[in-house]
């Protein structure tokens, strides 16, 4: 099993197209002697071509250097590949890429959609120390489409994979190529074109209509606002559905970006429920939904950051006042809670609820394009709602309502972590602004996270704080020296305080007229 990141060109060639000397273009000083390759492969999908609709592709596929499953998908621009080798008689796609591509297909089962047999002559571009530049396939296409009008198809193309050249390396490539007649492809794949009519992107583009705005299929709508709704609420249920592969394996960023995509989400529906009318289920019950989720994502988050917050802790004392094994039961005990939480969150993502609420967020995308108008005079008004609600929370909590002077100890940290959650949902409302708001929302956005942040330092310090006490009274009852535990719980105390001394600053900043004008 490999993945790597695929960089390539396809070309559509005229009738009588010759290969042109790729001697001398981007340091190319020999190329290798063709390889003759017949290539077999069915493409995969879901009846209603989600995988396609995706910009997916999954495919099995015989003959070459490279047999076995292949799962295509994009990747910053480019696009990733995922080889999984073929199990003996294996027919159906193997766990390894089912899971990976179950928040595409939702669990609706994958069967063949297309077979495209290809005789490819390939050769490498190499420069003079031998290093392979790009590989060139010169290939002739036969498809035949399983599904709908079942079109065959014939077909000659040019693919420039890149391999070990630059970008540069591949423009001047392209560049002698064009030169010579090829012209980029009009089909993104093979599978697109092999699929005319029945193709997603064909069947989203009927005469008279409108183009389509995310999977539901829902014409773009007209006033501003609600464009900037429906693009806000697509990009954070598409960042879910991109990050699920890489949060199973239990990437830390990827953990990360989805639970941030699930609170935008959550704050949206709050904030915004007033144009989100046209969902057909319960708001309410939504919003639940995406909080459990949040909350199995926030579990493995927690931990990892916890895990490294206080090994720095640790690493940052004189040894002589670590007293006893605490770095090794910090580590086993956040270990043995972040692999739980780990094993709780694969069951989530396994579970049909987790299908059901990726069908409701589609709901939720297409609910976010109808409805009423929803000017820019709207978004304001509710993205200023947000704005004075954290304000009254951080006054409550302060136990003053003048925004120039703050007395942070006043306030409980209760209170205080209210305020910063109602700050980072009044921020993400300026995030969903700015596109039709300009850039005093970006600039609001930008000044309540960092008042959202200090607010941030100071409950991650109570929290760190929490913990070492917990640990340390564990380790007092078996027995340990807890020294350590009881110096470190003092510096978070200290370290919660000082970060609370930030926060007029931030507060002030965040709340100046011409920072908030645009709300008004």
Request: no cysteine; hydrophobic share 40%; glycine share 8%.
């Amino acid at each position: 099993m490999a993945e790597k990141l695929e960089v390539e060109r396809k070309y559509e060639l005229p009738d009588g197209f010759t290969m042109p000397s790729m001697i001398g273009i981007a340091d190319v000083a020999k190329v290798t002697e063709p390889d003759d390759q017949h290539l077999d492969a069915t493409y995969y999908d879901t009846a209603g071509l989600r995988l396609t609709s995706g910009r997916m592709t999954l495919r099995r596929r015989s003959g070459g250097h490279d047999a076995g499953w292949h799962l295509k998908r994009p990747s910053g621009g480019e696009r990733s590949e995922l080889q999984v080798p073929v199990g003996d008689d294996e027919q159906a796609p193997p766990p390894r890429i089912t899971t990976e591509v179950r928040a595409v297909t939702r669990g609706e089962p994958l069967r063949p959609v297309a077979r495209i047999r290809t005789h490819r002559v390939e050769q490498g571009l190499q420069d003079a120390a031998g290093t392979t530049v790009a590989l060139v396939a010169d290939d002739i296409v036969d498809t035949e489409s399983l599904v709908g009008t079942r079109v065959v198809q014939r077909w000659r193309e040019l693919e420039v994979e890149l391999v070990d050249g630059s970008p540069d390396d591949l423009a001047r490539i392209d560049e002698a190529l064009r030169a010579a007649g090829a012209r980029p492809s009009a089909s993104p794949s093979k599978l697109s074109r092999a699929l005319g009519p029945d193709h997603p992107a064909a069947a989203a583009k009927p005469a008279g209509h409108d183009e389509a705005a995310g999977q539901g299929g829902t014409a773009e709508p007209r006033d501003a606002g609600r464009r900037a709704l429906v693009a806000y609420v697509t990009e954070q249920r598409d960042a879910v559905v991109a990050q699920d592969p890489q949060a199973r394996a239990g990437d830390v960023e990827a953990v990360h970006d989805m639970r941030v995509a699930t609170r935008r989400l959550r704050s949206t529906l709050r904030t915004f429920a007033p144009l989100l009318q046209a969902y057909e289920g319960d708001l309410d019950r939504l919003h639940d939904e995406i909080k459990w989720l949040t909350g199995l994502l926030g579990e493995v988050r927690d931990d990892d950051v916890m895990a490294l917050r206080l090994a720095d802790l640790l690493a940052a004392e004189p040894p002589e006042l670590v007293i006893g094994p605490v770095a090794a039961r910090v580590s086993e005990l956040l270990a043995a809670r972040t692999q739980a939480a780990r094993e709780r969150l694969t069951e989530g993502l396994d579970s049909e609820r987790y299908i059901a609420l990726l069908n409701d967020l589609d709901a939720l995308v297409a609910a976010a394009g109808e409805g009423g108008p929803a000017g820019k005079g709207r978004l304001r008004r509710l993205a200023r709602k947000a704005v004075r609600r954290a304000d009254r929370r951080l006054a409550a909590a302060t136990g003053k309502t003048d925004t120039a002077t703050t007395d942070a100890a006043a306030g409980t940290d209760v209170a205080l972590h209210q305020a910063r959650k109602a700050y980072k949902r009044a921020r993400y409302a300026a995030e969903l602004a700015a596109p039709v708001a300009g850039p005093g929302a970006a600039k609001l956005a930008d000044r309540l996270k960092d008042l959202q942040d200090v607010l941030g330092a100071h409950q991650d310090a109570i929290v760190t704080a929490e913990l070492l006490r917990e640990h340390g009274l564990r380790a007092f009852a078996e027995g340990e020296n807890a020294f350590t535990y009881g110096l470190l719980h003092a510096r978070q105390a200290e370290h919660g305080r000082a970060a609370l001394a930030g926060l007029p600053r931030a507060r002030r900043r965040a709340t100046r007229p011409k920072v908030r004008r645009w709300l008004w």
